[in-house]
């Protein structure tokens, strides 16, 4: 059964950093792009990053390009993202997706609570 | 970027009734050289991740009950459930993957009436 596992989510201050993971398994996952998705609470989804195989090339929404940097370790079946410089604008559920040449799978998501 | 409107914001349905849910986008999603449209349809409901109901525009994900349906091509699509059950009251979004970034609808509330 292929499965995403989201976590690292939490409850950080206003300018911190936060490193997201998610674990993939029942795929072989050095085939696929992965790609991040937020949706604040209440909200819709918002497309924050993608990662191609190979770690080729990167991409980033606007509202996290300088903050934040997606990364695959494909030894470990495993995404990143790395958050720094934290807005309570980024509090929101993280999704990871996988890329089946389309968005097949998504992970059950991992909450970031910005906030003092 | 592309795009995306649904349509409408909510709705609400009688049990058995049909729902009809219209995304449209901003530029055609319709990838010319193997004539497929790069769009998706996903059900949240309440505390869950997305679930992909239909991909390529008509294709229904394994496991999904055939009462879902999507048609459409180019820039117009629709989602169709033909007989509302109760366990389809949720949120619903289109979503085009043939640009980065990919972009979605702001969501389509289903309810019963």
């Known amino acids: 059964e292929v499965q995403l596992v989201e976590s690292g989510g939490g409850l950080v201050q206003p300018g911190g950093s936060l490193r997201l993971s998610c674990s993939g398994s029942?795929?072989?996952?050095?085939?696929?792009?992965m790609h991040w998705v937020r949706q604040a609470p209440g909200k819709g989804l918002e497309y924050i990053s993608a990662?191609?195989?190979?770690?080729?090339?990167?991409y980033y929404a606007d509202s996290v390009k300088g903050r934040f940097t997606i990364s695959r370790d494909d030894s470990k079946n495993t995404l990143y993202l790395q958050m720094s410089s934290l807005r309570a604008e980024d509090t929101a559920m993280y999704y990871c997706?996988?890329?089946?040449?389309?968005?097949?799978?998504w992970g059950q998501g991992t909450l970031v609570i910005v906030s003092s | 970027d592309i795009v995306m409107t649904q349509s409408p914001d909510s709705l609400a349905v009688s049990l058995g009734e049909r729902a009809t849910i219209n995304c449209k986008s901003s530029q055609s999603v319709l990838y010319s050289s193997n004539n497929k449209n790069f769009l998706a349809w996903y059900q949240q409901k309440p505390g869950q991740s997305p679930k992909l109901l239909i991909y390529w525009a008509s294709t229904r994900e394994s496991g999904v009950p055939d009462r879902f349906s999507g048609s459409g091509s180019g820039t117009d699509f629709t989602l169709t459930i033909s007989s509302l059950q109760a366990e389809d009251v949720a949120v619903y979004y289109c979503l085009q993957y043939y640009a980065t970034p990919w972009t979605f609808g702001q969501g389509t509330k289903v309810d019963i009436k």
């Open positions: 029942g795929f072989t996952f050095s085939n696929y792009a």
């Open positions: 990662i191609s195989t190979n770690s080729y090339s990167t």
């Open positions: 997706v996988k890329d089946k040449d389309f968005p097949d799978c």
